[in-house]
């Protein structure tokens, strides 16, 4: 672990998590900048293990004698010599908004956060303002359904506008939409000039607190911005509840394998603000709910990665998304499934429904014959949302 990195003495400006600065640029000519390097190649970030989806980034300024585009991308800590890139020509309206900071400028650049992706709560080292070392983000493209958090509130940021984060506390984003998020992120150095912008803008997170300034109504956003996906988990919980799985909401702090969910005997338990895709808690539910109830009782941490039973999850998923009479793609979003959500979606909605006859096996649904027999909705209802034991329970009973 690095040593811990001096702390410069802010006690004057508090500790400013999220600030909107005043200053403003014109989206339009950043969007130019950005279809000007449509062909150029975006390069993989190198923390695979903090993000699920596709991530990559364009460095514009770098460090002098990065060998590869990986380590341009990087901010290099220590590093007193940065240069531009060739690419940083090609952007007139990027490379002003950068040149009218009265400060000192390290690295900069251009990443894209796809749709369907996602990065885990986490914290750069020494990377705020009480360290001498600032991030500041410009966004170029975004939608409502991207979802950055820092120290776990919302922070609705619009294109043109300058926002400082204070990387080393924790924060996460997700995008849910169905456009990429381009960010440019610009690293650089505490002074005077910085510290009066700071202290001029528009304080939406304190370390510690939720500052009663950020309105229920995001600008940019509509209040679907702020509680869109919050209002979509507690729909999701409420159902699991209801049908008779334990969901209790708590703060998870070991990585988990999906963001925000682990599970435990019987049920899950779910972090809202380390979640960056609340449709995957039914997925998840899916594995429990197929199980019979005495392996779904000591089930922990980690699902069976039985593939009977991962298409059996889908196919619950399928029916659980029908009933609640949401898109398919708050399941079945991009980047998931192995890259097959889309194919997923395809088959379903064309009525081949993969894993019908092992559900109708255990008694969780009917196929449209079998259905007709006893009088019920075929599938994608469901006589019981819980299998409920090991065999064939084929009563007759419809739920």
């Known amino acids: 672990m690095p040593d811990p990195a001096p702390r410069l003495d802010t006690a004057a400006s508090g500790t400013r998590a999220a600030v909107r600065l005043r200053l403003r640029f014109a989206p339009e000519g950043l969007v130019e900048d950005l279809a000007r390097l449509c062909a150029a190649p975006w390069t993989p970030h ?21 060998a590869h585009a990986v380590d341009a991308l990087h901010n290099a800590p220590g590093c007193e010599r940065f240069v531009d890139q060739p690419l940083f020509a090609r952007c007139p309206h990027l490379k002003a908004a950068v040149d009218s900071l009265a400060c000192e400028v390290t690295a900069v650049r251009l990443l894209r956060l796809a749709p369907g992706a996602c990065i885990a709560e986490h914290r750069d080292h020494a990377l705020g303002e009480a360290y001498g070392e600032l991030r500041l983000h410009l966004p170029v493209v975004t939608n409502p359904e991207v979802d950055f958090r820092v120290l776990g509130v919302r922070v609705c940021m619009r294109p043109g506008e300058l926002w400082y984060i204070d990387a080393s506390e924790p924060h996460a984003v997700s995008n849910a939409g169905a456009t990429a998020r381009v960010h440019l992120v610009i690293d650089c150095r505490h002074n005077d000039w910085l510290a009066a912008q700071l202290s001029q803008g528009e304080v939406w997170v304190s370390a510690g607190q939720v500052p009663p300034s950020v309105p229920a109504t995001a600008p940019g956003g509509g209040a679907e911005c702020v509680r869109g996906r919050d209002d979509l988990t507690a729909q999701i919980v409420a159902f699991l509840r209801e049908i008779g799985l334990r969901v209790s909401l708590c703060a998870l702090p070991e990585p988990t394998f999906l963001p925000g969910i682990a ?46 039973q991962e298409m059996m999850a889908i196919a619950w998923s399928w029916a659980a998304l029908t009933h609640l009479g949401l898109a398919p793609a708050v399941v079945f979003h991009a980047g998931a499934y192995r890259g097959d959500a889309q194919w997923l979606i395809d088959t379903y909605s064309a009525g081949t429904f993969i894993a019908l006859p092992m559900l109708q096996w255990v008694g969780m649904t009917a196929d449209p014959a079998r259905a007709e027999a006893l009088g019920i909705a075929p599938y994608p209802h469901m006589r019981r949302w819980l299998r409920d034991t090991a065999g064939t329970p084929d009563d007759g009973a419809a739920a």
């Open 46 to 66: 190198f923390n695979t293990d903090l993000y699920h989806g596709d991530w990559r980034g364009i460095a514009l300024r770098a460090p002098a004698g990065a």
């Open 263 to 308: 599970i435990e005997a019987g049920g899950l338990r779910v972090d809202p603000a380390r979640l960056c895709h609340p449709g995957d808690l039914l997925h998840e539910a899916g594995h429990l709910a197929v199980m019979p109830p005495e392996d779904r009782r000591r089930q922990g941490a980690r699902v069976s990665n039985d593939p009977a």
